[in-house]
């Protein structure tokens, strides 16, 4: 019986053209691409002190170069996340408390050292999108916003994206096999039709890029079914 009703359920829905919710993910049954969805949405008054010119104005001075005074580059890893944690925090995004055992609800950096020093949550980019957005509804979640959508979604909804982020924001790359992030990005700017990401250990090394081209290249790689992980640090201002 169940079987018939699930069948007719089906029926119903196609012929009245509605998507549906299935799992985790909106998935419209008249088309073969997944639509993004929302991971989660927190109240607007989230990180409302982060100060998306001082994001900026840092992105300015260092994703070309490095700020070896403060923090250490990671050339054998990648320095993506690294570089990431670095725009939050001249962005004024605040330190948790310390741990010599920290996990991924702790986020800070005081020298080059596992632990009492710096968090995995600073230099790795699965932890990272744990401590500010959610693997797999696990996660500290401390952003305003993070959406999902897989690459090819994601360049169907460019413009979409466009709209919703503002300077200093993140964008990650996730893996579709073996669900690994391995890639941070942030918002620097928004051209006409396009965003342009500010990152370490990109396509084109330490540079600021077309996040469309990013998209684009993916695709050609044939990893159209990564994910990409949108995080809203702050609601608004850009």
């Known amino acids: 019986i169940l079987k018939y009703l699930w069948k007719g359920f089906f029926k119903m829905i196609k012929k009245l053209k509605v998507p549906i919710i299935l799992g985790t993910v909106i998935v419209s049954l008249l088309a073969t691409t997944i639509i993004s969805n929302a991971a989660f949405t927190n109240p607007t008054s989230t990180n409302s ?4 010119d001082e994001a900026y104005s840092y992105m300015t001075d260092y994703t070309e170069d490095y700020n070896e005074d403060e923090y250490p580059y990671y050339s054998s890893d990648g320095d993506c996340t690294n570089f990431a944690s670095q725009v939050l925090r001249a962005g004024g995004m605040d330190f948790t408390s310390r741990s010599t055992c920290p996990t991924t609800n702790h986020w800070y950096y005081y020298y080059d050292s596992w632990g009492w020093g710096r968090t995995g949550t600073w230099t790795k980019a ?7 957005g959610d693997v797999n509804n696990q996660g500290l979640k401390r952003a305003y916003k993070m959406t999902n959508y897989t690459v090819s ?6 413009s979409t994206i466009r709209s919703a982020v503002k300077k200093g924001d993140i964008i990650q790359h996730t893996k579709y096999v073996g669900g690994q992030t391995y890639h941070s990005q942030i918002v620097y ?3 006409i039709g ?3 990401i500010a990152n370490h ?3 084109d090394g330490d540079a600021f890029e077309s996040f469309e081209d990013f998209l684009q290249n993916r695709i050609n790689l044939g990893r159209s079914t990564d994910y990409v992980s949108v995080i809203q640090i702050k609601y608004g201002n850009w």
Do not use: C, E, M, V
């Not at 699965?126 to 500010?132: A, L, V």
């Open 201 to 203: 250990s990109g396509i």
């Open 126 to 132: 699965h932890q990272f999108r744990q401590h500010w």
């Open 194 to 196: 396009d965003i342009t």
């Open 49 to 52: 002190d982060y100060d998306r």
């Open 153 to 158: 979604s994601a360049l169907s909804n460019l």
């Open 189 to 191: 700017s928004k051209p």
